[in-house]
Structure formats: C-alpha cells, structure tokens
C-alpha cells in the first residue's frame, strides 16, 4: 500500500512538471495571440470606421468640416491604439480577475442617457507619448482632447493574474481571459459608435438599449450578412393619422442605421496571425483538459489510499 501512495505521488509530481511547462507555453500563446489581436482589432476598426463613413454614411461625413473629420478620424485612431495596448497586456498582469469581470461589467452596463461625453485623461497621455515619440502621423491636433470621448476602461482594470499550477485555475483563468477579451472589444465597438453619434455621423437618438438589443439579437444565432463588424439596425416608429372620421389609419416607417459591431470570429478570420493563434489555443485548450482529466484521476487515487490508511490507523477490534 506504501508504495502505491508513493507510485501514485510520483505520478502527481510528474503530472504537476507537466502543468508547470504547459502553464509557460500556455501564456506565451496567449500573449502571442493578443498581441496579433491587438493590431487586428486596431486594423478592423479602422476599416468599419471607412466604410461606415464613405459607404454607409457619406452626406453626413461630407458635412463635416477638414477639422471635425481630422478630429474624429484621429478619435477613431486614439480609440484602437489604446485598446490594442489593452489587449497586448491583457495576460501578463497581476489584478485578481474576477474584479476586471466586475469593472467590464460595470462598465458596460453604465448609464448611456449623458449628452456629452466626458474627456478621458489616459487617452491624452497617450497621445502625449505618441507625440513625443513622433509616431502621430504628424499630425497637429492640439485641441484633440477636448472632443475625445470618454473610454470606459482604465488600465488598472485589466490586469489578469498570472496562472497556478493547477489545471482548474488555468481553465478559470482562461474562461476569465476570454470574456475579459469579449467585453473589452464590446466596449471598444460601443464607444466608436459614441463618437460617431458625437461626431454627427450616426444619429443621436439611436438609445444604447436598441443597440444592445441589437447586440443580444445577433448573437443569438442569427446570420450576419453585409461588411465585417458592422451591424444593420432597422428600427420602425409608429405614425398616425386621422382622416376626419370617427377612425383612424395608422402607418410604421422603418429606419435603417448602421453601426460598428466589432465580431471576434469575424476580426480572427480577416487576420492570419490571429486564426493561427486561435488555432494554437484550440489545440492547448484539449490538451488541458486531458490534463485536468489525469490530475484529476491521479488526486482521487491519492485521497482512496489515504482514506484506506486513516481507516486502518483509527480501527481497533473490540
């Protein structure tokens, strides 16, 4: 029996080296991948905002002035950098990961009634960094900041913690990660479209609550059809009118708005880097879990011998 603990012990050492290793590799991935996803996402952004702005929307983006399109291009830009930076550090942070759920979370369920939209500091001192290290496009926009809208998640918010040695940690780390990942490009799709309202390019009264709906409409299985991560919204309002009579006709126009809807699956596909990472993390996926499967069935042989050994250690015959 001593030396089926010791075997069965032997085999948990060996299973937890394995961990050990996959655990670096497993992070490495990750960061690999979110480093290709960061410039994807930027990339993908850039492009819904174009088409979006030239082929969707072009009488209102004529409207605006040289300045209030280099303004809100230059937004657009401030946007997807600081969300590609985002992405980039996601895994390699120390902040307990249920609390970044709870701050995304907080965040996207915010109040969305304000008419303005208030400067946020870390996107100047971003745009300060980039100035001074000539990377601006050298562009003059001195009077950026004070259109720039607010975006909603600092960077002390998103900081993940590094992985145990534990095959359930890992898959709760990852699980965390992934929707840390979900909301973070939700919450970038939900302030592009922020500043095009801002911008005079979307109309302001479209509510968040119908994009949101719009959101939970898609996603529930319904195919998507058109350009890349951009959503078709058509949103009928109820007319009357009374003809004179006792009676009267009632008629629905229906409006058609579109917005920017970043898509996972969809910035992954137009993306080499990003499918090839995914595909990387599909395959370390299955072999965690047959991991957790013999760490699992390695613990339960462990705690039968032991039970075995504290019966026998506490019974006497009468």
């Avoid at 500043?195 to 005079?200: V, Y």
């Avoid at 229906?254 to 990387?280: H, V, W």
Wanted: hydrophobic fraction near 35%.
């Amino acid at each position: 029996m001593v030396g089926s603990r010791e075997r069965i012990e032997q085999d948990l050492a060996a299973l937890d080296e394995s961990l050990t290793a996959f655990d670096l590799e497993f992070r490495s991935t990750y960061e690999s991948y979110l480093t290709a996803l960061g410039q994807a996402v930027r990339q993908q952004l850039i492009l819904a905002s174009y088409h979006l702005c030239t082929q969707v929307m072009p009488d209102a983006f004529l409207k605006l002035s040289f300045n209030e399109r280099q303004k809100m291009q230059h937004s657009v830009r401030l946007l997807a950098a600081i969300s590609q930076e985002k992405l980039r550090s996601l895994a390699t942070q120390e902040q307990a990961v249920e609390t970044i759920e709870e701050d995304l979370e907080e965040d996207l369920e915010e109040d969305d009634d304000d008419d303005e939209i208030e400067e946020y500091d870390e996107m100047a001192e971003y745009e300060n960094r980039q100035e001074d290290d000539n990377i601006d496009d050298n562009r003059d926009i001195e009077e950026q900041e004070d259109s720039i809208i607010h975006y909603q998640f600092p960077a002390k918010n998103h900081e993940l913690p590094l992985p145990t040695n534990s095959p359930e940690t890992l898959a709760r780390w990852q699980r965390h990660l992934e929707k840390a990942i979900f909301n973070i490009i939700k919450l970038l799709s939900r302030d592009t479209n922020r500043l095009l309202q801002q911008s005079g390019i979307l109309p302001n009264q479209l509510p968040q609550q119908i994009l949101e709906a719009a959101y939970q409409a898609e996603s529930s299985g319904e195919s998507v059809a058109g350009p890349p991560n951009l959503l078709n919204i058509i949103i009928e309002t109820g007319t009357s009118s009374k003809s004179g009579k006792l009676g009267e006709t009632r008629g629905n126009t229906a409006i058609q708005i579109t917005a920017i809807k970043l898509r996972l699956s969809e910035i992954e596909f137009a993306d080499a880097a990003t499918s090839a990472g995914r595909q990387q993390i599909r395959n370390l996926s299955m072999r965690l879990n047959t991991l957790g499967r013999d760490y699992q069935k390695k613990q339960r042989e462990l705690a039968v011998v032991q039970a075995e050994s504290a019966w026998r250690s506490s019974w006497f015959e009468d």
